[in-house]
T-cell receptor, first 120, second 119 residues
Framework: AQKVTQAQTEISVVEKEDVTLDCVYETRDTTYYLFWYKQPPSGELVFLIRRNSFDEQNEISGRYSWNFQKSTSSFNFTITASQVVDSAVYFCALTRYYNAGGTSYGKLTFGQGTILTVHP | GAGVSQSPSNKVTEKGKDVELRCDPISGHTALYWYRQSLGQGLEFLIYFQGNSAPDKSGLPSDRFSAERTGGSVSTLTIQRTQQEDSAVYLC?????????????????FGPGTRLLVL
């Protein structure tokens, strides 16, 4: 069984502070994919990043960066110089290979989400 | 369309009524997923479609829930005899494999969801 834990339920920061969102996962599979999604007040889940289990290279995209460490089963997300528009719920998710009906597919297992509030 | 769309945005119904929720996936996406987001359970998988077939229905919570997909495109999630515990946001996602990639490797793109409130 897979499990994703986001221990931080809520985080509150002041604009321009850096903030790190933690994600720890459990899986018995050697091949899997990890994702981060952002859910603004509008409700839509917005895709941020995908990482496969064989690629531990950290990634930076603008103010966003991700730290994937297989040894600790963690996939943390950092926002540098946070802005009010970053306020949202952030979800970490995990999927592996599934097969049914002759096709492979992935169904996401989500963490409980972290509510990030950035104050001006 | 450019993204996944869902309708209605909000639905309020009385206990015992049937409801239908609609999802329009990204054009050309062969895979379609339904998820439910509730306060108690978080985000959970309901059903997966490949084309018009649903090889994985394992997340449907009861036989009051059903879904279909027609023309390899639009999907409808139907909840019969709604109960208050069905109140949640129902999210639809779609994806499609790129050349040389398996579907499970692909990103799922989500719609805005339908907020269902059962009174």
């Amino acid at each position: 069984a897979q499990k994703v834990t986001q221990a931080q339920t809520e985080i509150s920061v002041v604009e321009k502070e850096d903030v790190t969102l933690d994600c720890v996962y459990e899986t018995r599979d050697t091949t899997y994919y990890l994702f981060w999604y952002k859910q603004p007040p509008s409700g839509e889940l917005v895709f941020l990043i995908r990482r496969n289990s064989f690629d531990e290279q950290n990634e930076i995209s603008g103010r966003y960066s991700w730290n994937f460490q297989k040894s600790t089963s963690s996939f943390n997300f950092t926002i540098t110089a946070s802005q009010v528009v970053d306020s949202a719920v952030y979800f970490c998710a995990l999927t592996r290979y599934y097969n049914a009906g002759g096709t492979s597919y992935g169904k996401l297992t989500f963490g409980q989400g972290t509510i990030l509030t950035v104050h001006p | 369309g450019a993204g996944v769309s869902q309708s209605p945005s909000n639905k309020v119904t009385e206990k015992g009524k049937d409801v239908e929720l609609r999802c329009d996936p990204i054009s050309g996406h062969t895979a379609l997923y339904w998820y439910r987001q509730s306060l108690g359970q978080g985000l959970e998988f309901l059903i997966y479609f490949q084309g018009n077939s649903a090889p994985d229905k394992s997340g449907l919570p009861s036989d009051r829930f059903s879904a279909e997909r027609t023309g390899g495109s639009v999907s409808t999630l139907t909840i019969q005899r709604t109960q208050q515990e069905d109140s949640a946001v129902y999210l639809c996602a779609s994806s499609s494999p790129r050349d040389g990639q398996a579907l499970y490797q692909e990103t799922q793109y989500f719609g805005p969801g339908t907020r269902l409130l059962v009174l």
